[in-house]
């Protein structure tokens, strides 16, 4: 059974970082792209960075590029979110997944109905 674990959130100033984590058990086979994702009240699930199993492929959305490095670590089963220069407009529960995809295709790793497993999720409150 596969669980998704994140950690890391909180309250931070704008301009602050924080570093989320999403430690992953029962990955027993196959490789899983893991991905970040975001919901702030009223809105949609929106996608935020992912990456593949080994690490070739990263991908973000438009709104942290250049703000926002995922990374993994397959030893540890953990995949991170380090989010730099924060911004009220970050603010959100973000939310870890996981899935298996045959092809690494953007539009499918961006689009949270493609992902099987979730975490419960992690608040990111961003203070202005």
């Known amino acids: 059974q596969v669980q998704l674990v994140e950690s890391g959130g909180g309250l931070v100033q704008a301009g602050g970082s924080l570093r989320l984590s999403c430690a992953a058990s029962?990955?027993?086979?196959?490789?899983?792209?893991l991905g970040w994702f975001r919901q702030a009240p009223g809105k949609e699930r929106e996608f935020v960075a992912a990456?593949?199993?080994?690490?070739?492929?990263?991908y973000y959305a438009d709104s942290v590029k250049g703000r926002s490095t995922i990374s993994r670590d397959n030893a540890k089963n953990t995949v991170y979110l380090q989010m730099n220069s924060l911004k009220p407009e970050d603010t959100a529960v973000y939310y870890c997944?996981?899935?298996?995809?045959?092809?690494?295709?953007?539009?499918?790793?961006?689009?949270?109905?493609?992902?099987?497993?979730w975490g419960q999720g992690t608040q990111v409150t961003v203070s202005s």
């Open positions: 997944a996981a899935d298996r995809f045959p092809i690494n295709l953007r539009t499918v790793t961006i689009n949270p109905s493609s992902y099987t497993y």
């Open positions: 990456i593949t199993w080994s690490g070739d492929m990263v």
């Open positions: 029962g990955l027993t086979s196959g490789s899983y792209t």
